[in-house]
Nanobody, 121 residues
């Protein structure tokens, strides 16, 4: 069982930056693909970024490419999302999710509680 706890969200002015953290407990993340997703009020949850087991491969939603960077430190059992040049459209609750390489489910195996990011103009 993996427990994920996000932090780092808050209120930031457009053009500013935030760094989100996702700390795992209960099990090492070394065998998990990690991802960040977000959900704004009245909208479906959408993919933001994903990172491979050792961090060598990353992927991003088109809307955040060039502005967001996902990274991981397996020694610290932590995943990060560096968010730069923030826009009002980035306002959402951001969730950390883990996908085990040994899992048989179609979706993610574990989710964090989320952290709110609000971008003002």
């Amino acid at each position: 069982q993996v427990q994920l706890v996000e932090s780092g969200g808050g209120l930031v002015q457009a053009g500013g930056s935030l760094r989100l953290s996702c700390v795992a407990s209960g099990e090492s993340l070394r065998t998990y693909t990690m991802a960040w997703l977000r959900q704004a009020p009245g909208k479906e949850r959408e993919f933001v970024a994903r990172i491979s087991l050792s961090g060598g491969r990353t992927s991003y939603a088109d809307s955040v490419k060039g502005r967001f960077t996902i990274s991981r430190d397996n020694a610290k059992n932590t995943v990060y999302l560096q968010m730069n040049s923030l826009k009002q459209e980035d306002t959402a609750r951001y969730y950390c999710a883990a996908d085990s390489i040994f899992g048989t489910t179609s979706g993610y195996d574990y989710w964090g509680q989320g952290t709110q990011v609000t971008v003002s103009s």
